[in-house]
């Protein structure tokens, strides 16, 4: 039973050491570039009532949620998405804000799925909201943000896919598809470029020739330019044809930045969140089949609580981020920055006020009493399993003796000596 109790459940770990303190700068890291674009920090509650995440507002299914009860018996969830808690936030607090409002998180949300076989069922997220702004700048701008964070990430080759869901929307509508599970069951066979599938319920379906065609060539339609142009050929409706010619628009400004060798194109883009209805979009990179970003725009999410207006957002999935990075030794290397000092009881006092003095310069000090029984050797070791830099000794009150962790020179140096290198 205690063997049992130190393994985490299906889809959860821990995270700590190296792991731990490189998670923590990525994060740091990609947060400052959120800040210097102006969105400011919000924090919401990682459970909610479950209203906030039904699948009524687009989210993900009930049964893909952790639920719970409080003393009332009101069903609660532990957040599958964060945006739609930040969206209950804009209508409460921000009611009256006409212009812009830009909020920044970081949190982790929770999808309670055996189908996902070896995805963590809680993962990490970073993410950036625009509200008040359905422009096709503010598209650009989010899609900006996510190039800089992705090389502010240390990534170097990677590609934002484009799609736009009322494209796919107003195929569905042309085509005459009104029940909601059909239309669930086309964008699974999409997703899954089943081919056969679609084409059984296509073809029990009255519609042109060149709509049956582009509904079975959607899984492929993915590429650069060229697949915008086919699109606009054949799609004869006006609601597709302004999704096709905002993500022309939006290219054009993407070369203003500087970032057109970044983006692709995807018209058979889907997400497993309904309440997208314009621009949606994914980075990949290499060794990694999930995406590293995800995002897209979000106009009538908000209006559900309360406050009609546009939105759009990116989330960071910062676990598929550092497996990437892993996986292309990519990742950011934690310097060696701690000192260990080491001391014999009667030199507490000494200790003491050194390491006092030390964390005032900024030097941070881990501050241990000598163990009995262990020696140089023991404390090396320990320290490069901890990834500290360095150890100082001090077994008298005349002299200290200096250890350099990584190339485990020592060197004996006197009080006013240390002092005065530091």
Known sequence: MKDKLLHTPEGVRDIYNNE????????????????????RDIQTPSFEFFDIFNHERGTVSSRD???????????????????????????????????????????????????????LNEVTQLGAELYNDDSIDADAEMLAITVECLLKSGLTNFQLELGNADFFKSLVKEAGFADQEEISKLKDLIASKNMFGMEDIIAGRKMSDGLKEIF?????LFGGMEILEYAKGVVKNPRGANAIERLEKLYDIMTEYGFEKYISFDLGMLSKFDYYTGLIFKAYTYKTGEPVVTGGRYDNLVGQFGKECPAIGLAIEIDNLMLALGRQDL???????????VYAPECRKTAIKLAGYFRKEGINVILQLSKNGFGTDDYMAYMKKMNIGGMLFIGNEEEFILVDAETGSKRTVSLSELIHNE
């Not at 731990?20 to 969105?39: I, P």
């Not at 009256?96 to 999808?111: A, E, F, K, S």
């Not at 079975?216 to 492929?220: D, F, M, N, S």
């Open 331 to 341: 990742l950011p290397k934690i310097e060696s920055s701690d000192t260990l000092i």
């Open 65 to 119: 949620m952790y639920k719970l009860f409080d003393k009332e018996g009101n069903t609660m969830v532990l957040r599958p998405d964060i945006t739609p808690s930040i969206a209950r936030c804009v209508a409460k607090y921000y009611r009256d804000i006409d212009l812009p409002i830009r909020l920044c998180y970081i949190g982790n949300t929770y999808i309670n799925s055996t189908t996902w076989q070896g995805k």
């Open 216 to 220: 079975l060539k959607l899984p492929e």
């Open 20 to 39: 731990c303190a490189v998670k923590l700068l990525l994060q740091d890291n990609l947060h400052e570039v959120l800040k210097l674009h102006g969105f």
